[in-house]
Protein backbone atom coordinates (compact mmCIF):
# COMPACT_ATOMS: atom_id res chain seq x y z
CA UNK A 1 0.00 0.00 0.00
CA UNK A 2 1.17 3.23 -0.68
CA UNK A 3 2.02 5.83 1.85
CA UNK A 4 -1.16 8.58 3.05
CA UNK A 5 -0.15 11.70 2.38
CA UNK A 6 -1.19 14.28 4.18
CA UNK A 7 -4.32 15.86 3.54
CA UNK A 8 -5.33 19.39 3.35
CA UNK A 9 -8.45 20.68 5.97
CA UNK A 10 -11.05 21.31 3.60
CA UNK A 11 -12.82 23.64 6.13
CA UNK A 12 -10.03 26.16 5.93
CA UNK A 13 -10.17 26.18 2.26
CA UNK A 14 -11.76 28.93 0.15
CA UNK A 15 -14.84 27.82 -1.75
CA UNK A 16 -12.78 28.67 -5.18
CA UNK A 17 -9.87 26.07 -3.82
CA UNK A 18 -12.58 23.34 -2.89
CA UNK A 19 -14.45 23.81 -6.28
CA UNK A 20 -11.14 22.90 -8.35
CA UNK A 21 -10.27 20.20 -6.14
CA UNK A 22 -13.45 18.39 -6.63
CA UNK A 23 -12.55 18.83 -10.54
CA UNK A 24 -9.56 17.60 -10.28
CA UNK A 25 -10.82 14.12 -8.02
CA UNK A 26 -13.24 14.05 -10.56
CA UNK A 27 -11.35 13.97 -13.58
CA UNK A 28 -8.81 11.84 -11.69
CA UNK A 29 -12.11 9.00 -10.85
CA UNK A 30 -12.41 9.38 -14.47
CA UNK A 31 -8.77 8.77 -15.60
CA UNK A 32 -8.85 5.68 -13.21
CA UNK A 33 -12.08 4.33 -14.48
CA UNK A 34 -11.10 4.78 -17.88
CA UNK A 35 -7.60 2.56 -16.93
CA UNK A 36 -9.70 -0.23 -14.79
CA UNK A 37 -11.86 -0.34 -18.33
CA UNK A 38 -8.79 -0.90 -20.51
CA UNK A 39 -7.02 -3.40 -17.66
CA UNK A 40 -9.69 -5.13 -17.44
CA UNK A 41 -10.55 -5.72 -21.42
CA UNK A 42 -6.91 -6.76 -21.37
CA UNK A 43 -7.37 -9.21 -19.06
CA UNK A 44 -10.31 -10.71 -20.26
CA UNK A 45 -8.83 -10.65 -23.63
CA UNK A 46 -5.70 -13.02 -22.28
CA UNK A 47 -7.91 -15.34 -20.45
CA UNK A 48 -9.91 -16.13 -23.52
CA UNK A 49 -6.11 -16.67 -25.15
CA UNK A 50 -5.03 -18.83 -22.42
CA UNK A 51 -8.60 -20.88 -22.44
CA UNK A 52 -7.98 -21.60 -25.77
CA UNK A 53 -5.95 -25.17 -26.91
CA UNK A 54 -6.43 -27.75 -29.53
CA UNK A 55 -10.00 -29.57 -28.02
CA UNK A 56 -11.71 -25.79 -28.52
CA UNK A 57 -9.62 -23.90 -31.40
CA UNK A 58 -7.34 -24.65 -34.67
CA UNK A 59 -4.51 -24.60 -32.23
CA UNK A 60 -2.12 -27.35 -32.97
CA UNK A 61 -1.78 -29.83 -29.82
CA UNK A 62 2.06 -29.32 -29.58
CA UNK A 63 0.96 -25.81 -28.18
CA UNK A 64 -1.24 -26.92 -25.34
CA UNK A 65 2.44 -27.39 -23.37
CA UNK A 66 2.96 -29.61 -20.23
CA UNK A 67 0.50 -28.21 -18.25
CA UNK A 68 -2.85 -30.96 -17.52
CA UNK A 69 -5.38 -29.87 -19.26
CA UNK A 70 -9.24 -29.78 -17.50
CA UNK A 71 -11.56 -32.24 -17.58
CA UNK A 72 -13.76 -32.49 -20.76
CA UNK A 73 -17.17 -31.18 -20.02
CA UNK A 74 -17.70 -32.40 -24.38
CA UNK A 75 -16.49 -34.15 -27.01
CA UNK A 76 -16.99 -33.95 -30.62
CA UNK A 77 -16.93 -37.66 -30.85
CA UNK A 78 -19.38 -38.67 -28.48
CA UNK A 79 -19.34 -42.23 -26.60
CA UNK A 80 -20.37 -45.12 -28.85
CA UNK A 81 -21.18 -47.56 -25.92
CA UNK A 82 -19.31 -49.84 -26.81
CA UNK A 83 -16.65 -51.63 -24.73
CA UNK A 84 -13.02 -50.84 -24.46
CA UNK A 85 -11.12 -53.23 -27.09
CA UNK A 86 -12.08 -55.33 -29.60
CA UNK A 87 -15.68 -55.77 -30.89
CA UNK A 88 -17.77 -59.13 -31.27
CA UNK A 89 -17.26 -60.29 -35.23
CA UNK A 90 -13.86 -58.22 -35.25
CA UNK A 91 -11.71 -60.27 -37.61
CA UNK A 92 -7.76 -60.50 -35.23
CA UNK A 93 -4.31 -60.57 -37.43
CA UNK A 94 -1.64 -62.84 -35.72
CA UNK A 95 1.25 -65.31 -37.18
CA UNK A 96 0.19 -67.96 -38.82
CA UNK A 97 2.21 -70.91 -39.90
CA UNK A 98 3.44 -71.30 -43.56
CA UNK A 99 3.74 -74.36 -45.88
CA UNK A 100 7.50 -73.67 -47.23
CA UNK A 101 9.66 -72.44 -44.13
CA UNK A 102 12.85 -71.21 -45.27
CA UNK A 103 14.66 -73.29 -43.20
CA UNK A 104 14.21 -76.19 -40.88
CA UNK A 105 15.59 -77.31 -37.18
CA UNK A 106 15.91 -80.85 -35.53
CA UNK A 107 15.84 -81.44 -32.25
CA UNK A 108 16.73 -85.44 -32.67
CA UNK A 109 15.79 -87.91 -29.65
CA UNK A 110 18.33 -89.41 -27.71
CA UNK A 111 20.00 -92.66 -28.55
CA UNK A 112 18.61 -95.28 -25.89
CA UNK A 113 15.43 -95.21 -23.82
CA UNK A 114 15.51 -93.87 -20.55
CA UNK A 115 14.01 -96.30 -18.84
CA UNK A 116 15.35 -99.45 -20.02
CA UNK A 117 18.24 -97.92 -22.14
CA UNK A 118 17.50 -99.87 -25.12
CA UNK A 119 18.40 -98.42 -28.55
CA UNK A 120 15.99 -95.99 -29.79
CA UNK A 121 14.11 -96.98 -33.88
CA UNK A 122 15.16 -93.59 -34.90
CA UNK A 123 14.73 -94.57 -38.40
CA UNK A 124 10.85 -95.26 -36.85
CA UNK A 125 10.64 -91.51 -35.74
CA UNK A 126 7.51 -89.32 -36.63
CA UNK A 127 7.25 -85.74 -36.11
CA UNK A 128 5.56 -85.07 -33.20
CA UNK A 129 4.79 -81.25 -33.54
CA UNK A 130 5.89 -78.29 -35.54
CA UNK A 131 6.33 -74.84 -34.04
CA UNK A 132 7.81 -71.59 -36.30
CA UNK A 133 9.70 -68.67 -35.29
CA UNK A 134 9.46 -65.49 -37.51
CA UNK A 135 12.59 -63.37 -37.39
CA UNK A 136 14.71 -60.72 -39.50
CA UNK A 137 17.93 -62.41 -41.07
CA UNK A 138 21.59 -61.04 -40.04
CA UNK A 139 22.14 -58.83 -42.92
CA UNK A 140 25.38 -57.86 -44.62
CA UNK A 141 25.69 -55.60 -48.06
CA UNK A 142 26.81 -57.36 -50.77
CA UNK A 143 29.88 -56.38 -53.07
CA UNK A 144 29.49 -57.15 -57.24
CA UNK A 145 31.97 -57.40 -58.90
CA UNK A 146 31.05 -56.10 -63.02
CA UNK A 147 33.92 -57.09 -65.42
CA UNK A 148 34.41 -56.49 -68.95
CA UNK A 149 36.32 -58.75 -71.22
CA UNK A 150 38.45 -58.03 -74.63
CA UNK A 151 39.47 -59.83 -77.40
CA UNK A 152 41.21 -59.79 -81.21
CA UNK A 153 39.73 -61.17 -84.22
CA UNK A 154 42.18 -63.22 -86.12
CA UNK A 155 41.58 -60.56 -88.30
CA UNK A 156 43.05 -57.99 -85.95
CA UNK A 157 40.00 -56.11 -85.42
CA UNK A 158 39.27 -55.58 -80.92
CA UNK A 159 36.49 -56.39 -79.48
CA UNK A 160 35.21 -55.17 -75.50
CA UNK A 161 31.54 -55.80 -73.90
CA UNK A 162 30.65 -52.90 -72.31
CA UNK A 163 29.60 -52.17 -68.43
CA UNK A 164 25.70 -52.17 -67.66
CA UNK A 165 24.35 -48.17 -68.23
CA UNK A 166 23.93 -48.07 -64.54
CA UNK A 167 27.63 -48.81 -63.64
CA UNK A 168 29.59 -45.81 -64.21
CA UNK A 169 32.22 -45.66 -61.30
CA UNK A 170 35.06 -48.10 -60.47
CA UNK A 171 33.29 -48.14 -56.69
CA UNK A 172 29.84 -46.63 -56.26
CA UNK A 173 26.72 -47.73 -54.13
CA UNK A 174 23.80 -49.60 -55.72
CA UNK A 175 19.93 -48.60 -55.82
CA UNK A 176 18.78 -50.65 -52.93
CA UNK A 177 20.86 -48.49 -50.29
CA UNK A 178 20.16 -45.52 -52.31
CA UNK A 179 16.51 -45.71 -51.84
CA UNK A 180 16.51 -47.08 -48.43
CA UNK A 181 18.88 -43.88 -47.88
CA UNK A 182 16.09 -41.84 -48.88
CA UNK A 183 13.72 -43.58 -47.73
CA UNK A 184 15.07 -43.27 -44.18
CA UNK A 185 15.58 -39.44 -44.48
CA UNK A 186 12.16 -38.49 -46.40
CA UNK A 187 9.87 -41.31 -45.80
CA UNK A 188 11.09 -42.25 -42.18
CA UNK A 189 11.98 -38.66 -41.64
CA UNK A 190 15.08 -39.48 -39.87
CA UNK A 191 17.94 -36.93 -39.54
CA UNK A 192 20.94 -37.28 -41.99
CA UNK A 193 23.40 -38.33 -39.13
CA UNK A 194 21.13 -40.95 -37.47
CA UNK A 195 20.19 -42.34 -40.70
CA UNK A 196 23.52 -42.99 -41.49
CA UNK A 197 24.10 -45.16 -38.61
CA UNK A 198 21.53 -46.77 -38.85
CA UNK A 199 22.80 -48.22 -42.09
CA UNK A 200 26.11 -48.92 -40.65
CA UNK A 201 24.79 -50.59 -37.84
CA UNK A 202 22.44 -52.64 -39.82
CA UNK A 203 24.53 -53.92 -42.71
CA UNK A 204 27.95 -52.57 -41.88
CA UNK A 205 28.35 -50.51 -44.95
CA UNK A 206 29.65 -46.62 -43.82
CA UNK A 207 27.83 -44.24 -45.71
CA UNK A 208 28.03 -40.84 -44.67
CA UNK A 209 25.05 -37.87 -44.55
CA UNK A 210 26.73 -35.97 -47.19
CA UNK A 211 26.07 -38.61 -49.35
CA UNK A 212 22.94 -39.66 -48.31
CA UNK A 213 21.85 -35.62 -49.08
CA UNK A 214 23.55 -36.06 -52.45
CA UNK A 215 20.75 -39.37 -53.35
CA UNK A 216 18.05 -37.07 -52.13
CA UNK A 217 18.96 -34.45 -54.94
CA UNK A 218 18.84 -37.17 -57.26
CA UNK A 219 16.01 -38.87 -55.96
CA UNK A 220 14.31 -35.01 -56.16
CA UNK A 221 15.41 -34.54 -59.84
CA UNK A 222 14.24 -37.53 -60.63
CA UNK A 223 10.64 -37.20 -59.35
CA UNK A 224 10.23 -33.71 -60.23
CA UNK A 225 8.05 -34.57 -63.36
CA UNK A 226 5.91 -36.91 -61.45
CA UNK A 227 5.16 -33.98 -58.69
CA UNK A 228 4.16 -31.73 -61.77
CA UNK A 229 1.82 -34.26 -63.07
CA UNK A 230 0.42 -34.84 -59.15
CA UNK A 231 -0.06 -31.31 -59.32
CA UNK A 232 -1.74 -30.85 -63.13
CA UNK A 233 -4.47 -33.62 -61.88
CA UNK A 234 -5.05 -32.00 -58.54
CA UNK A 235 -5.48 -28.90 -60.61
CA UNK A 236 -8.45 -30.51 -62.72
CA UNK A 237 -9.77 -32.33 -59.29
CA UNK A 238 -13.40 -31.70 -59.18
CA UNK A 239 -13.01 -31.97 -55.05
CA UNK A 240 -9.81 -30.37 -53.93
CA UNK A 241 -8.77 -30.39 -49.55
CA UNK A 242 -6.43 -26.84 -49.26
CA UNK A 243 -4.08 -26.05 -46.28
CA UNK A 244 -0.96 -24.34 -45.33
CA UNK A 245 1.50 -24.12 -42.04
CA UNK A 246 5.01 -22.79 -41.59
CA UNK A 247 8.08 -24.32 -41.68
CA UNK A 248 11.37 -23.46 -40.14
CA UNK A 249 14.08 -22.94 -43.62
CA UNK A 250 17.60 -21.66 -42.94
CA UNK A 251 16.98 -19.78 -39.72
CA UNK A 252 13.74 -17.48 -41.57
CA UNK A 253 9.81 -18.64 -41.85
CA UNK A 254 8.75 -19.98 -45.23
CA UNK A 255 4.89 -21.66 -45.98
CA UNK A 256 4.48 -25.22 -46.67
CA UNK A 257 1.40 -24.83 -48.88
CA UNK A 258 -0.71 -28.61 -49.70
CA UNK A 259 -3.13 -29.00 -51.93
CA UNK A 260 -4.82 -33.37 -51.59
CA UNK A 261 -7.20 -35.59 -52.41
CA UNK A 262 -8.10 -39.27 -51.34
CA UNK A 263 -5.45 -40.36 -53.50
CA UNK A 264 -3.57 -37.51 -54.69
CA UNK A 265 -1.05 -35.36 -52.69
CA UNK A 266 1.49 -32.40 -53.45
CA UNK A 267 3.20 -30.34 -51.36
CA UNK A 268 4.66 -27.08 -52.22
CA UNK A 269 7.09 -24.30 -50.48
CA UNK A 270 7.03 -20.54 -51.11
CA UNK A 271 7.92 -17.72 -49.19
CA UNK A 272 5.03 -15.66 -49.04
CA UNK A 273 1.27 -17.66 -47.38
CA UNK A 274 -1.20 -15.92 -49.27
CA UNK A 275 -1.97 -15.57 -53.19
CA UNK A 276 1.39 -14.47 -54.49
CA UNK A 277 2.01 -18.33 -53.51
CA UNK A 278 -1.14 -19.91 -54.25
CA UNK A 279 -0.37 -18.01 -58.21
CA UNK A 280 2.75 -19.20 -58.41
CA UNK A 281 1.98 -22.75 -57.47
CA UNK A 282 -0.72 -22.73 -60.19
CA UNK A 283 -2.86 -25.41 -58.48
CA UNK A 284 -6.03 -23.55 -56.86
CA UNK A 285 -6.32 -20.55 -59.15
CA UNK A 286 -8.53 -20.76 -62.27
CA UNK A 287 -10.02 -24.05 -61.15
CA UNK A 288 -13.45 -25.51 -61.63
CA UNK A 289 -14.38 -27.45 -58.60
CA UNK A 290 -15.14 -27.51 -54.71
CA UNK A 291 -11.94 -26.21 -52.93
CA UNK A 292 -12.18 -27.38 -48.93
CA UNK A 293 -10.70 -25.24 -46.39
CA UNK A 294 -10.36 -23.52 -43.03
CA UNK A 295 -12.09 -20.31 -44.22
CA UNK A 296 -9.06 -18.29 -44.04
CA UNK A 297 -9.33 -15.02 -45.73
CA UNK A 298 -7.26 -15.20 -49.31
CA UNK A 299 -9.03 -19.00 -50.10
CA UNK A 300 -11.98 -16.36 -50.35
CA UNK A 301 -10.18 -14.47 -53.24
CA UNK A 302 -10.43 -17.69 -55.54
CA UNK A 303 -13.57 -17.52 -56.71
CA UNK A 304 -13.71 -19.39 -60.41
CA UNK A 305 -15.00 -22.65 -58.52
CA UNK A 306 -17.59 -23.54 -55.23
CA UNK A 307 -16.35 -23.10 -51.49
CA UNK A 308 -16.50 -25.63 -48.85
CA UNK A 309 -15.59 -25.12 -45.04
CA UNK A 310 -13.85 -27.40 -42.32
CA UNK A 311 -16.66 -28.32 -40.33
CA UNK A 312 -13.72 -29.66 -37.56
CA UNK A 313 -12.25 -26.28 -37.14
CA UNK A 314 -15.96 -24.59 -36.78
CA UNK A 315 -17.27 -27.50 -34.23
CA UNK A 316 -13.85 -26.53 -32.04
CA UNK A 317 -14.89 -23.11 -32.56
CA UNK A 318 -17.86 -24.05 -31.11
CA UNK A 319 -16.91 -25.36 -28.31
CA UNK A 320 -14.88 -22.31 -27.26
CA UNK A 321 -17.87 -20.54 -27.63
CA UNK A 322 -20.13 -22.68 -25.55
CA UNK A 323 -17.62 -22.56 -22.88
CA UNK A 324 -17.29 -19.01 -23.24
CA UNK A 325 -21.08 -17.81 -23.05
CA UNK A 326 -22.12 -21.40 -21.51
CA UNK A 327 -24.82 -20.66 -24.08
CA UNK A 328 -27.52 -23.61 -25.42
CA UNK A 329 -27.17 -22.51 -29.65
CA UNK A 330 -23.56 -23.68 -29.65
CA UNK A 331 -24.04 -27.26 -28.88
CA UNK A 332 -27.20 -27.45 -31.01
CA UNK A 333 -25.66 -26.20 -33.68
CA UNK A 334 -22.87 -28.67 -33.48
CA UNK A 335 -25.23 -31.51 -32.83
CA UNK A 336 -26.98 -30.41 -35.94
CA UNK A 337 -23.75 -30.04 -37.87
CA UNK A 338 -22.73 -33.74 -36.45
CA UNK A 339 -26.47 -35.39 -36.62
CA UNK A 340 -25.76 -34.15 -40.66
CA UNK A 341 -22.44 -35.91 -40.92
CA UNK A 342 -23.85 -39.28 -39.91
CA UNK A 343 -26.66 -39.10 -41.76
CA UNK A 344 -24.39 -38.11 -45.51
CA UNK A 345 -22.13 -41.31 -44.72
CA UNK A 346 -24.79 -43.46 -44.41
CA UNK A 347 -26.47 -42.09 -47.45
CA UNK A 348 -22.75 -42.25 -49.05
CA UNK A 349 -22.49 -45.89 -47.88
CA UNK A 350 -25.34 -46.58 -49.94
CA UNK A 351 -25.09 -44.45 -52.74
CA UNK A 352 -27.97 -42.87 -52.56
CA UNK A 353 -27.65 -39.35 -51.64
CA UNK A 354 -29.83 -37.26 -49.60
CA UNK A 355 -33.17 -35.90 -50.59
CA UNK A 356 -34.31 -32.31 -51.02
CA UNK A 357 -36.55 -32.26 -48.25
CA UNK A 358 -34.01 -33.78 -46.09
CA UNK A 359 -31.46 -30.95 -46.88
CA UNK A 360 -34.20 -28.58 -46.30
CA UNK A 361 -34.87 -29.61 -43.15
CA UNK A 362 -31.13 -29.18 -41.88
CA UNK A 363 -31.14 -25.65 -43.45
CA UNK A 364 -33.97 -24.73 -41.58
CA UNK A 365 -32.58 -25.90 -38.23
CA UNK A 366 -29.34 -24.19 -39.30
CA UNK A 367 -31.25 -21.19 -39.86
CA UNK A 368 -33.21 -21.38 -36.54
CA UNK A 369 -30.19 -21.80 -34.52
CA UNK A 370 -28.07 -19.02 -36.01
CA UNK A 371 -31.14 -16.48 -35.36
CA UNK A 372 -31.18 -17.40 -31.91
CA UNK A 373 -27.88 -16.87 -31.40
CA UNK A 374 -27.82 -13.43 -33.10
CA UNK A 375 -30.67 -12.67 -30.85
CA UNK A 376 -28.13 -13.08 -28.22
CA UNK A 377 -25.61 -11.17 -29.80
CA UNK A 378 -26.78 -8.34 -31.44
CA UNK A 379 -24.26 -5.83 -33.14
CA UNK A 380 -22.52 -3.59 -30.94
CA UNK A 381 -22.35 0.27 -32.14
CA UNK A 382 -20.59 2.96 -31.36
CA UNK A 383 -21.88 6.09 -30.36
CA UNK A 384 -21.58 7.31 -33.53
CA UNK A 385 -23.78 4.55 -35.14
CA UNK A 386 -20.67 2.92 -36.48
CA UNK A 387 -19.77 -1.35 -35.84
CA UNK A 388 -17.68 -1.45 -32.98
CA UNK A 389 -15.61 -4.30 -31.97
CA UNK A 390 -17.54 -7.50 -31.89
CA UNK A 391 -17.85 -10.34 -29.54
CA UNK A 392 -16.31 -13.47 -30.18
CA UNK A 393 -19.40 -15.30 -30.71
CA UNK A 394 -21.57 -12.76 -32.76
CA UNK A 395 -17.68 -12.79 -35.12
CA UNK A 396 -18.84 -16.86 -35.07
CA UNK A 397 -22.59 -16.32 -35.70
CA UNK A 398 -21.73 -14.17 -38.56
CA UNK A 399 -19.66 -16.40 -40.48
CA UNK A 400 -21.74 -19.12 -39.95
CA UNK A 401 -24.42 -16.84 -41.41
CA UNK A 402 -22.56 -15.37 -44.30
CA UNK A 403 -20.83 -18.71 -45.62
CA UNK A 404 -23.80 -21.01 -44.51
CA UNK A 405 -23.84 -22.70 -48.73
CA UNK A 406 -19.93 -23.59 -47.94
CA UNK A 407 -20.56 -25.12 -44.45
CA UNK A 408 -23.62 -27.04 -45.32
CA UNK A 409 -22.27 -28.27 -49.06
CA UNK A 410 -21.23 -31.50 -47.51
CA UNK A 411 -25.00 -32.09 -47.16
CA UNK A 412 -25.95 -31.71 -50.91
CA UNK A 413 -23.00 -33.24 -52.19
CA UNK A 414 -21.67 -36.45 -51.84
CA UNK A 415 -18.39 -36.08 -52.79
CA UNK A 416 -17.24 -33.02 -50.43
CA UNK A 417 -16.11 -34.37 -46.99
CA UNK A 418 -17.01 -32.91 -43.94
CA UNK A 419 -14.02 -31.30 -43.19
CA UNK A 420 -10.49 -30.58 -44.39
CA UNK A 421 -8.73 -33.76 -42.74
CA UNK A 422 -6.99 -34.80 -45.79
CA UNK A 423 -5.12 -31.44 -45.61
CA UNK A 424 -4.56 -31.47 -42.04
CA UNK A 425 -3.51 -34.89 -41.79
CA UNK A 426 -0.77 -34.15 -45.24
CA UNK A 427 0.52 -31.09 -43.19
CA UNK A 428 1.06 -33.35 -40.07
CA UNK A 429 4.13 -35.32 -41.90
CA UNK A 430 6.72 -32.37 -42.59
CA UNK A 431 5.76 -30.63 -39.22
CA UNK A 432 6.97 -34.67 -38.22
CA UNK A 433 10.14 -34.16 -40.09
CA UNK A 434 10.63 -31.07 -38.06
CA UNK A 435 10.02 -32.01 -34.86
CA UNK A 436 12.33 -35.20 -35.60
CA UNK A 437 15.14 -33.69 -37.18
CA UNK A 438 15.06 -29.95 -36.75
CA UNK A 439 14.51 -27.14 -39.32
CA UNK A 440 15.25 -27.70 -42.78
CA UNK A 441 18.93 -25.61 -43.00
CA UNK A 442 18.41 -24.90 -46.73
CA UNK A 443 15.74 -24.26 -49.29
CA UNK A 444 16.74 -26.98 -51.07
CA UNK A 445 16.67 -29.53 -48.52
CA UNK A 446 13.10 -28.29 -47.85
CA UNK A 447 12.09 -28.53 -51.49
CA UNK A 448 13.54 -31.52 -51.92
CA UNK A 449 11.63 -33.20 -49.31
CA UNK A 450 7.98 -31.45 -50.66
CA UNK A 451 8.81 -33.32 -53.85
CA UNK A 452 9.81 -36.58 -53.13
CA UNK A 453 7.05 -36.34 -50.37
CA UNK A 454 4.19 -35.54 -52.88
CA UNK A 455 5.40 -38.63 -54.60
CA UNK A 456 5.76 -40.65 -51.86
CA UNK A 457 2.28 -40.03 -50.21
CA UNK A 458 0.17 -40.44 -53.50
CA UNK A 459 1.98 -43.88 -54.36
CA UNK A 460 0.77 -44.62 -50.69
CA UNK A 461 -2.58 -43.41 -51.22
CA UNK A 462 -2.99 -45.15 -54.42
CA UNK A 463 -2.05 -48.75 -53.20
CA UNK A 464 -3.69 -51.65 -52.82
CA UNK A 465 -4.13 -53.14 -49.38
CA UNK A 466 -1.58 -56.07 -49.74
CA UNK A 467 1.28 -53.57 -50.47
CA UNK A 468 2.59 -52.27 -47.14
CA UNK A 469 3.76 -48.76 -46.37
CA UNK A 470 7.33 -49.48 -46.53
CA UNK A 471 7.56 -51.09 -49.36
CA UNK A 472 5.57 -48.98 -51.14
CA UNK A 473 8.06 -46.19 -50.19
CA UNK A 474 10.94 -48.34 -50.94
CA UNK A 475 10.13 -49.26 -54.72
CA UNK A 476 9.19 -45.84 -55.68
CA UNK A 477 12.47 -44.72 -54.57
CA UNK A 478 14.18 -47.18 -55.69
CA UNK A 479 12.35 -47.18 -59.22
CA UNK A 480 12.72 -43.54 -59.48
CA UNK A 481 16.42 -42.95 -59.00
CA UNK A 482 18.87 -42.22 -61.80
CA UNK A 483 20.81 -45.64 -62.58
CA UNK A 484 24.41 -43.95 -61.82
CA UNK A 485 25.96 -43.80 -58.39
Known sequence: MPPKLPRPGLSTLPEAEKDKLIVHLMDTIDGLLVQVFTLTAK????????AKNSDNSSKPPSSDGLAKKPPKTSSLRGKSGKKVGGQPGHQGKTLERVAEPTATQDHPLPGQCSRCHS???????????????????????????HRT????????????????????????????????????????????????????????LPVSPATLLAWVGKASAALQGTADVIAHQLHHAPVLCAD???????????????????????????EKRGVDAMAAHGILPKRIGVLVHDCWAPYWKLDDGLHALCNANLLRELVYVQQLTDQSWPTALAEMLLNAQRLSVAARQKQQPLDADTIAAFAAVYDDI?????????????????????????????RFRLHADAILRFISDPAVPFSNNIAERAVRMPKVKQKISGCFRAVMGASNFCTIRSCLDTCAGKATACLKYYAVHLLTIRSCLPRSG
Open 43 to 50: VEKLERQL
Open 119 to 145: ALPLAQAQVLERRQVFDVPTSAFDVIE
Open 149 to 204: YTVACSCGLRHDSAFPTEVTEMVQYGPNVRALGVHLTQGQMLPYARAAELISELYG
Open 244 to 270: ESGLRVDGKLRWMHVAATATLTWYGLH
Open 370 to 398: AREGEQLHPVILKPNGKPGKQSEAHNLLH
